[in-house]
């Protein structure tokens, strides 16, 4: 596809449940980002990876969030033993620029809506 | 804490009329500033975007305005449409930070 794609759009999780959220950047971009987003906020940035490699991880908000782009391309954000703090739209988003955001526009996924009960 | 901040929460214009959102940072080392815009159930959309060495960029209808001194950006919107009623997001880059920072978003709209 032209766009980034996210997968799955809306996810209902139970409490303790793990949840493995699914982004497919723009083919070629070499930057993917990964933000939360709660409910009346701005995005608040989890991790960037360039290409494979996971450059920055520290907006993760605890070890129960893991995210992982083996081949430099798709990545999946994985929470374990989710908890009701977790509810949040996951955007994904990729980049041109190997130089972080700063040199050019982040193009976003349309997010992956988590609810936790 | 939040480094970049957007303190009205919403915004309603006539259509015709000037839109002016507004933006601060705290954060000095931001060097590169971007407006986004979002409507509901989708991604945020790059709307426009200046650099620190500038004070002022324009496309179309859409000018950003920044002001260093006073860590100060606005978007101006003009003439204002019923079609750009949306989420706009302010954002803000540094070369030495890999994440782009995030307001909380103003939802403007534009009545017919």
């Known amino acids: 596809g032209a766009g980034v794609s996210q997968s799955p759009r809306y996810k209902v999780a139970k409490r303790g449940q793990d949840v493995a959220l699914r982004c497919d950047p723009i083919?070629?971009?070499?930057?993917l980002f990964w933000y939360q987003q709660a409910l009346g906020q701005g995005p608040e940035f989890l991790t960037y990876?360039?290409?494979?490699?996971?450059?920055?991880k520290s907006g993760l908000p605890s070890d129960r969030f893991f995210a992982e782009r083996p081949e430099g391309s798709v990545s999946t954000l994985k929470i374990q033993r989710t908890q009701q703090e977790d509810s949040a739209v996951y955007l994904c988003a990729s980049s041109l620029s190997m130089q972080g955001p700063n040199t050019g526009e982040l193009f976003f996924g349309e997010g992956s809506r988590l609810t936790v009960l | 804490d939040q480094q970049v901040k957007q303190n009205s929460p919403s915004l309603s214009v006539q259509e015709g009329r000037i839109s002016i959102l507004n933006c601060d940072y705290t954060n000095s080392m931001f060097d590169y500033f971007l407006w986004y815009k979002k409507y509901p159930a989708e991604g945020p959309t790059f709307l426009i975007s200046?650099?620190?060495?500038?004070d002022k960029n324009e496309d179309g209808r859409f000018t950003v305005f920044l002001n260093k001194s006073a860590k100060h950006l606005s978007l101006h919107i003009v003439p204002s449409q019923p079609g750009d009623s949306a989420v706009y997001f302010c954002?803000?880059?540094?070369?030495?930070?890999?994440?782009?920072?995030f307001g909380a978003g103003t939802r403007l709209t534009v009545k017919p």
């Open positions: 990876f360039q290409n494979e490699a996971q450059l920055d």
């Open positions: 083919s070629g971009h070499v930057s």
């Open positions: 954002a803000a880059s540094a070369l030495v930070i890999n994440d782009m920072r």
């Open positions: 200046i650099s620190s060495i500038k």
